[in-house]
């Protein structure tokens, strides 16, 4: 089968795709890079190195294999290395003041938790393995491991750690409210009953990793909301 294809793509194709907002934005953030210094030699090779490190391509074969298969030439990738160096130096300059306030407003997403699990479909089983736990009949990594439902018997129970961001909204409230060593009565998650137990919560510090990835959501929250707000006040200038 023969397909023309055509390099060029309109902004109605981007818009069908749901690509245009992403393309908006990355266009604004090619406009603030042009401010921007090209990295110096010694940076931009630790750019690379830093970079293949990460992904366990230091050996050249891996990397040209890796190459490949993504359909990149190194001259491409290093590119866009670099594009991503320099937003992120914006980044950290522009919003260095915000990044505290942020992160405290952040901080019980950022936290790290680990906490033992019991799924069950039937509340009935739930409340008497729950009283089961309470009278210390059995401990909880037992139980979980003869009767829970879920993956998390394989492990005992326990999960984590993990960022509580990354968890059910409703049991990262609950583990959130939680003090360590805290049972909680089966609580209902959509199909299943659970009995969790907050083992251990992690107080995350603002080291210079954290400040970084916080700066880069600043930057990508700037950029989405100019790009919104411009198009509200057109189609507001529309329809006025």
């Known amino acids: 089968m023969n397909i023309n294809e055509s390099k060029q793509f309109s902004f109605e194709d981007l818009d069908n795709w749901g690509l245009l907002l992403k393309a908006k934005i990355e266009h604004k953030k090619d406009l603030i890079l042009k401010k921007e210094s090209m990295p110096n030699e010694e940076d931009l090779l630790n750019i690379e190195t830093n970079w293949r490190e990460k ?3 230091s050996k ?4 040209k294999i890796w190459l490949e298969k993504a359909n990149l030439t190194k001259d491409k990738l290093i590119f866009l290395l670099t594009r991503n160096w320099k937003w ?17 407003n952040k901080k019980s ?20 393995l729950y009283i089961r736990i309470k009278e210390e009949e059995e401990p909880f990594w037992l139980v979980s491991k003869k009767y829970s ?32 060593g805290q049972i909680w009565p089966p609580r209902k998650i959509e199909d299943f009953w659970i009995i969790v137990k907050l083992e251990k919560k992690f107080n ?11 700066s880069l959501e600043l930057g990508e929250k700037y950029l989405n909301d100019l790009i919104i707000d411009r198009e509200n006040l057109k189609n507001k200038n529309i329809y006025d």
């Open 109 to 128: 997403l950022i936290d790290n938790v680990t906490y033992s699990l019991i799924t069950l479909r039937d509340k009935d089983m739930a409340d008497e």
């Open 204 to 214: 995350t510090l603002l080291n210079p990793e954290i400040s970084e990835e916080l």
């Open 88 to 104: 992120l130096n914006w980044c950290k300059r522009e919003f260095e003041k915000q990044v505290p306030d942020y992160f405290i």
């Open 55 to 57: 992904y366990k391509l």
């Open 60 to 63: 050249e074969e891996d990397f």
């Open 149 to 180: 439902q879920g993956p998390e018997r394989n492990y005992d129970g326990r999960i984590g750690p993990i960022p509580l961001a990354k968890l059910n909204p409703y049991l990262r409230n609950l583990l959130i409210i939680s003090n360590e």
